[in-house]
């Protein structure tokens, strides 16, 4: 069952400006996590955020959480044409299975 | 560097061939999945395996099966191609659940064509 929607499913900006997307999903997780995808390839883990975090930076990454919610969103700062890729939220249960579930991404482009 | 490979980028089969989808892991990860990423439906789990010669149903397991005889290597099995399981297959794994150590890495994905 696919439990995060993202918003929106596709953004397009000019380089140097920041991309916000969200990330909704429906049952108590126990962490959220942001994966990126390049077209046509897997996709890599970005950032990892508890349910008893609020806010996460990595780098040009802002990632926020909030539980009462249900609702994650990342910030990428100052983009850059190589940032143009698939963002997917994906949540773990509170009983942390291992399993993961993914919402349906977000399409970015930033144009140079 | 920590590798997920899967037997092949592009595979194009015939409707009733028997499909293997082979992916191996380096990392010693317990966990290993195969999803299957269709535009607009995101990703979907078909089949999960926690430990070797177990495996766990996912959201979508109709016409497929899964092996896992070895830690390394999890495979997903077509045992009758059908044209509406034309998609991209991505393999990926994990450490044993808990806390940070869920992170799931991923191969470069399958796309599989069936005719």
């Known amino acids: 069952s696919q439990q995060g929607e993202e918003d929106p499913q596709a953004l397009s900006i000019q380089e140097g400006e920041n991309a916000t997307m969200n990330c909704s999903y429906k049952t108590s997780i126990n962490n959220l996590q942001w994966y990126r995808q390049n077209s046509g390839r897997g996709l890599v883990h970005l950032i990892l955020i508890r349910s008893n975090e609020r806010e996460k930076h990595s780098g040009r990454l802002r990632v926020t959480l909030d539980t009462s919610k249900k609702s994650s969103s990342l910030l990428i700062t100052a983009s850059r044409a190589a940032d143009t890729a698939s963002y997917f939220c994906a949540t773990a249960g509170s009983s942390n299975t291992g399993k993961l579930i993914f919402g349906q991404g977000t399409t970015l482009q930033v144009k140079p | 560097d920590v590798k997920v490979t899967q037997s092949s980028r592009y595979l194009v089969k015939r409707t009733g061939e028997k499909v293997f989808l082979e992916c191996v892991q380096d990392m010693d990860h317990e966990n290993m999945f195969w999803y299957r990423q269709d535009p607009g439906l995101g990703l979907r789990l078909i089949y999960f395996s926690y430990d070797v010669k177990m495996k766990e149903k996912g959201d979508i397991p109709e016409g497929y099966s899964v092996s896992r005889e070895k830690k390394e290597r999890f495979s997903l099995i077509l045992e009758s191609a059908s044209t509406n399981q034309t998609s991209m297959y991505l393999c990926?794994?994990?450490?044993?659940?808990?806390?940070?150590?869920?992170?799931?890495?991923f191969g470069p994905g399958t796309r599989l064509t069936v005719l």
């Open positions: 990926a794994s994990s450490s044993l659940g808990g806390g940070d150590y869920n992170e799931q890495f």
